[in-house]
């Protein structure tokens, strides 16, 4: 007996899409990547015209193995995406192996089962497949899409990688000269230091403030053996969440289902984070570098993804600096004075810790200025909030372009994800529009007095800022 429950999630249909630039990116991939993703924008476009007149169905479906996915079937085209993710990212790396799980996401495609790693490429670009895996701090996650033809080896390949990755003496070598040669860019790249310095010194003495893509000395020191014990350890059936769109259907989906992810072990390594205590609240940080405009990221503790507030803070965010043209901070900062071509700012909701942060780019003599008018504006925000007329544009902005997150089959599949990720329920993408405008003005001031506190921003400035006085020396990697 099958199990699919459904449930009716209503769209809109967007006022407008610029598929141009996705369409000369893939074709500069090559000839089977661009048939994917014109199949995919074609599959878009019917889908979003489509939805006028029928509901976007989300099934779960439960295979008999007890596999379970939440699926949007949609065979206006001949195209599946799939996205999964295993709970347990790059903070679960061991100490003095930062990197581990992000080396793991270069390589697991790179040879597995019989296939060495020619051959499995081969075998994704000869069918069109797109296969990819990348680490977060807290999730590790993958990216299927195929053609409806080659599914089931799509498919089949994707339970190789997971359960069988070869780890052969060439990839792993490339891939850590990959790696290598890419945190040595990074390691002069302004931007890069900013954020990853903020991130150590609000998470201090957590996995947090751990280097995702790990250090050189680091990525030096992974073995064979670390690489196996990560898969072995950290993808099992227990951790596993996925989301499913395209031309296939739930019947379908569930052979599917057993036959890729039962060969996973059924638990995973039991693993714990500890939730961060946020640290240096206030410190300014000033790290020299020759450059003629200097970088700045900033932040302060924030609310998570699970707060009855999430909603409210989510609105009073846009309008503060989420709302690029139409936000406070690049109407004062940009527009008004001329500091910076971008200003913004953004919750971060990681599970163990959540961020309010932000960021500026301006002239090495503006810096001091620039910094002046966010903390004004994150005061200004704590003290009065938005006001109504603000409010009420940013709901309509919010509720009315909703649906451009629906502009690939990936990205609706990921969406299904966070669904069950974030535990928001399967009526969602129904329910959303709502959660925003339910929002009242006094929600919104109330919630702005609670999560902004301008005296408590720390802030990372790279570059040869003029004016600007240091509180403490900047971290290094891991403290």
């Not at 993703?37 to 939805?51: D, F, N, S």
């Not at 200004?380 to 509720?399: I, N, S």
């Not at 009242?440 to 921003?457: H, I």
Request: proline fraction near 5%.
């Amino acid at each position: 007996m099958h199990r699919h429950q459904t449930f009716q999630a209503a769209t809109r249909r967007p006022s407008q899409d610029r598929p141009a630039a996705r369409v000369l990116a893939a074709a500069s991939a090559g000839p089977s990547w661009f048939a994917v993703v014109v199949a995919g924008l074609v599959a878009l476009a019917t889908l979003l015209v489509a939805a006028q007149a029928r509901a976007v169905e989300v099934q779960r479906v439960v295979s008999p193995g007890g596999i379970e996915a939440w699926l949007v079937e949609d065979h206006s085209n001949p195209i599946i995406a799939l996205e999964l993710v295993f709970r347990g990212g790059a903070s679960l790396d061991p100490e003095g192996k930062p990197g581990l799980a992000y080396m793991v996401s270069g390589l697991v495609d790179e040879g597995a089962g019989p296939l060495d790693s020619q051959a499995f490429q081969g075998t994704l670009d000869d069918l069109s497949i797109g296969l990819r895996f990348q680490a977060g701090l807290d999730n590790f996650t993958g990216s299927l899409t195929t053609l409806t033809e080659n599914r089931e080896r799509a498919f089949e390949l994707l339970r190789l990688a997971i359960t069988a990755p070869r780890f052969d003496a060439e990839p792993v070598e490339r891939i850590r000269s990959q790696i290598l040669a890419r945190l040595s860019r990074e390691a002069e790249d302004p931007d890069m230091i900013a954020s990853r310095t903020l991130r150590q010194l609000m998470f201090p003495d957590h996995p947090y403030a751990r280097p995702t893509r790990g250090t050189e000395d680091a990525i030096q020191s992974i073995t064979v053996d670390d690489l196996r014990g990560f898969v072995r350890d950290r993808f099992a059936r227990d951790q596993l969440i996925v989301g499913v769109v395209g031309d296939i259907t739930a019947d379908e989906l569930e052979t599917l289902l057993d036959s890729t992810f039962l060969p996973l072990p059924a638990a995973a390594e039991p693993f714990s984070v500890p939730e961060a205590a946020i640290g240096n609240a206030g410190d300014l940080v000033v790290i020299e570098k020759n450059i003629p405009q200097s970088v700045v990221s900033l932040g302060q503790g924030g609310i998570k993804r699970d707060d009855p507030d999430y909603y409210a803070a989510y609105v009073v965010n846009y309008i503060l600096g989420g709302g690029g043209f139409s936000s406070r901070l690049v109407e004062e900062v940009r527009e008004k004075r001329g500091l910076a071509y971008s200003v913004y700012s953004y919750l971060s909701p990681l599970d163990h810790g959540a961020l309010v942060a932000g960021g500026v780019a301006t002239q090495n003599e503006r810096v001091g200025e620039s910094l002046d008018l966010i903390r004004q504006e994150w005061a200004r925000m704590a003290d009065a909030g938005p006001t109504e007329a603000e409010l009420d544009a940013a709901k309509r902005f919010l509720t009315g372009s909703f649906p451009l997150r629906f502009s690939s089959s990936g990205r609706i599949a990921g969406m299904l994800v966070g669904m069950q990720l974030e535990d928001l329920g399967i009526g969602y993408l129904d329910e959303r529009n709502s959660f925003i405008e339910a929002v009242t003005l006094e929600d919104a001031r109330r919630v702005a007095k609670r999560v902004y506190r301008p005296d408590d921003l720390t802030v990372v400035v790279v570059g040869a800022p003029a004016g600007v006085e240091a509180t403490r020396e900047a971290p290094t990697d891991g403290s």
